[in-house]
T-cell receptor, first 111, second 113 residues
């Protein structure tokens, strides 16, 4: 079945460091791919998305490129801030009513 | 335009009691999804509903759990005879259609004593 695999956390970085959170997927068909972010005590918010191969989603300095050949959608940011501390979820949608989420990766950014 | 509203925010129940979790989707959204998040785990899909219909309940435990989305009023996730293993954060999400991005509520944290 369809699935999403994310790198395990927590990831701890210093402010202004480069961030990469790896995400790979298994899906039949051609999924849409998403990154959601969950701040402490809140629900998930959509961060960015890509709907077809080679698309790049971007928002708030975060980027992810839909790589069909490697079935990946890695999240990157050039310079993280303390306020980026949160849990990040990779997700896919192939139709069939439900969005499938990865296990989440917790990011801590130290000042 | 209010977002997805879930209540209560925190719910404490003793083993054997019933838990009722409510979700009001965003205005104009007719698709509601319930997810469960266990500590240090990802979101697990439970059920997908449209008004008055359960479309996909493949993630729902077969016993004690039920969900509804009536013509009027919020969607309800009901857990009968709760056990400690039901302790988790339950999130509701809504969307205006299939395949659209999901809008999440702030969740209900259920604690079973």
């Amino acid at each position: 079945g369809d699935s999403v695999t994310q790198m395990e956390g927590p990831v701890t970085l210093s402010e202004e460091a480069f961030l990469t959170i790896n995400c790979t997927y298994t899906a039949t068909g051609y999924p849409s791919l998403f990154w959601y972010v969950q701040y402490p005590g809140e629900g998930l918010q959509l961060l960015l998305k890509a709907t077809k191969a080679d698309d790049k989603g971007s928002n708030k300095g975060f980027e992810a490129t839909y790589r069909k050949e490697t079935t990946s959608f890695h999240l990157e940011k050039g310079s993280v801030q303390v306020s980026d501390s949160a849990v990040y979820f990779c997700a896919l949608y192939t139709g069939g009513f439900k969005t499938i989420f990865g296990a989440g990766t917790r990011l801590f950014v130290k000042a | 335009n209010a977002g997805v509203m879930q209540n209560p925010r925190h719910l404490v129940r003793r083993r054997g009691q019933e838990a009722r979790l409510r979700c009001s989707p965003m205005k104009g959204h007719s698709h509601v999804y319930w997810y469960r998040q266990l500590p240090e785990e990802g979101l697990k899909f439970m059920v997908y509903l449209q008004k008055e219909n359960i479309i996909d309940e493949s993630g729902m435990p077969k016993e004690r759990f039920s969900a509804e989305f009536p013509k009027e009023g919020p969607s309800i996730l009901r857990i009968q005879q709760v056990v400690r293993g039901d302790s988790a954060a339950y999130f509701c999400a809504s969307s205006p259609g299939e395949g659209e991005k999901l809008f999440f509520g702030s969740g209900t944290q259920l604690s079973v004593l």
